[in-house]
């Protein structure tokens, strides 16, 4: 993938007349960074074309800040490189109105020090090469994430309403603007089909239509985005924190792939004449994410609060286990006799970023398609309540270093990726350990 990413001068003028005929006066340059936040810079239009001929440059070490945006060193992007800008160059593909600013629009960017040298942890870049070797296997890769989250009233902190009732159809449009975020979204290209309140108060799970390779974790990214920023503006908080509260729901993100032929176009992991209707190959990708399980942990819960969410009975995994339409293990065979076969990995909480989170499952399970590995049996019972299934990790650092003694996972994500992702997550877990907590202050100032 030593390829540049600037395009030619006719499709950025192309590009431009595109702009003008659809009246933006205003285009944001939006990089995911390694927490999948959007770290932007706004163009207005007559500077467009510039920028996508020459790149636009932005600090290098941007998609390493920490979640606090501190400058980590250790991370290869900063100190290693002088503080040097990276070059960013829009995916004309990724175009989409935001619908609540005025004649304003957004595309994703990839980036790069030079021509031909991108930036090897940015993941845009991991994802996009983990689609690559899925394609050389002659695989197209459908995929979608389901992301769970909180609404909060921002004066308070506290979600806007309480109690369990999912599904309820006055909480699931509880407030006007909770219409408008679903127009919003539509508008820009996140094809939503369901939407509803969640387990717990207040929280929400919309859900929208798959697509192909990158693409799918660009509506991720711009959906997770999108809400933040709209239910912002309506003057409350979206928050896709894994554990708000210690005794209320944990909110994930489930990843969909499947595999469908090059040649054929049909889906490889369905096999009617298969007892389960699951193909080898599909079901070799599911081993492949059970003997990776402990490596994924890191990317699909990247933080120390994601491990408050990993407890039996909470619809979340605790071992690392795979059954048809077992919502108690890791991995859900969503096996229905047709092209909609699917694997599900619900490991991941929603603080993980789309780009990684789909580029280490879709890598997880390619691994085990090339090995042809045979996949265990599933559980008799719930998956959950099996005890010979393995344990997930149960705190980063834990997850951590099982990512680092994975060699196979390492090498399909990058080392670079890993020295970069790793550098970051270490600081960050630094940070984590200096800080004295409520917890400690109720527990033992006046007592001790």
């Known amino acids: 993938m030593a ?8 499709a950025i003028a192309r590009f431009g007349k595109r702009l003008e005929r659809t009246g933006v006066k205003f285009l944001r340059f939006e990089l995911p960074d390694l927490h999948g936040i959007s770290r932007c810079k706004v163009v ?20 390493a800040l920490d979640t606090a945006s501190h400058v980590v060193s250790g991370t290869l992007y900063n100190e290693e490189v002088k503080y040097r800008d990276q070059k960013l160059y829009p995916d004309f593909g990724t ?3 935001v619908p609540w600013h005025d004649a304003t629009a957004k595309v994703i960017c990839d980036t790069e020090w030079d021509a031909g040298r991108p930036l090897l942890a940015a993941p845009r870049y991991v994802l996009a090469k983990a689609v690559a070797e899925a394609e050389r296997l002659g695989y197209r890769v459908l995929m979608a994430h389901e992301f769970e989250f909180y609404v909060l009233d921002r004066a308070t902190m506290k979600p806007l309403f309480t109690g369990m009732h999912i599904f309820n159809n006055v909480r699931n449009q509880w407030a006007p603007f909770i219409d408008d975020l679903l127009n919003h979204l539509m508008t820009m290209g996140v094809d939503v089909i369901t939407h509803n309140c969640e387990y717990a108060g207040a929280q929400y799970e919309i859900n929208y239509k798959a697509d192909w390779g990158v693409a799918g974790a660009d509506r991720g990214f711009t959906f997770k985005n999108a809400v933040k920023e709209f239910v912002h503006r309506a003057g409350y908080l979206a928050t896709f924190m894994a554990k708000p509260w210690s005794d209320s729901a944990g909110s994930g993100c489930h990843v969909h792939v499947s595999l469908w032929d090059k040649k054929t176009g049909g889906n490889v992991m369905v096999d009617a004449k298969d007892g389960l209707g699951v193909s080898a190959v599909g079901k070799a990708f599911v081993q492949g994410l059970i ?8 990317i699909m819960n990247p ?10 009975h909470t619809f979340a995994p605790s071992n690392i286990s795979w059954g048809v339409e077992d ?17 599900e990995n619900r490991l991941g909480s929603a603080m993980g970023n789309p780009y990684l989170t789909a580029a280490a499952t879709l890598q997880a399970g390619l691994l085990g398609i090339k090995a042809k590995s045979k996949l265990k ?6 998956a959950e309540e099996d005890p010979n299934w393995p344990k997930l990790p149960q705190r980063l650092p834990e997850a951590l270093d099982a990512l680092a003694a994975d060699k196979a996972m390492r090498e399909a994500l990058g080392e670079e990726f890993f020295q970069v992702f790793n550098a970051m997550k270490r600081h960050e877990l630094q940070r984590f350990h200096s800080h004295v907590t409520d917890w ?6 006046e007592v001790h």
């Open 377 to 382: 049996g599933q559980s008799t019972g719930t």
């Open 3 to 10: 390829k540049t990413f600037r395009a030619t001068d006719a």
């Open 291 to 298: 003997d990776h399980g402990r490596a994924l942990m890191p």
């Open 44 to 63: 207005p239009a007559q500077n467009v074309e510039g920028y996508c001929k020459r790149g636009l440059n932005v600090y290098g070490g941007a998609i």
């Open 440 to 445: 400690e202050r109720t527990e033992y100032l």
């Open 303 to 312: 933080t120390p609060n994601c491990y408050h969410r990993i407890r039996p």
């Open 95 to 97: 175009l989409t109105p």
């Open 327 to 343: 919502r108690s293990a890791m991995v859900r065979v969503k096996a229905t006799g047709d092209d909609g076969t699917h694997v």
